[in-house]
């Protein structure tokens, strides 16, 4: 979804939002679109990871990696 915020009643699984620690401009709207979400009693967490906008992909892909592995 490019703008979750939109949208944060329907997701259908559980949800990651990471974004990097650099990026002030997600922190707001994934912590925001995590709150509407939930409650809505869906899974959905905003999880900040190290970096920036090219830089949190490695962190975050590893945390989405481990994610799925215990589901």
């Known amino acids: 979804m490019r703008s979750p915020l939109a949208f ?3 997701f259908k699984c559980p949800v ?5 620690n650099q990026e002030g401009l997600f922190r707001a709207s994934s912590y925001k ?14 999880v900040e990871v ?3 906008h090219s ?7 590893q ?3 481990e994610f799925f592995g215990k589901h």
Not at 34 to 45: H, I, N
């Open 55 to 61: 830089t949190a992909v490695p962190p975050a892909m």
């Open 33 to 46: 679109t995590a709150e509407l979400a939930k409650k809505k009693k869906l899974d959905v967490e905003a």
């Open 63 to 65: 945390k989405c990696i």
């Open 8 to 10: 944060p009643g329907s």
């Open 50 to 52: 190290p970096g920036h």
């Open 16 to 20: 990651r939002l990471y974004f990097g």
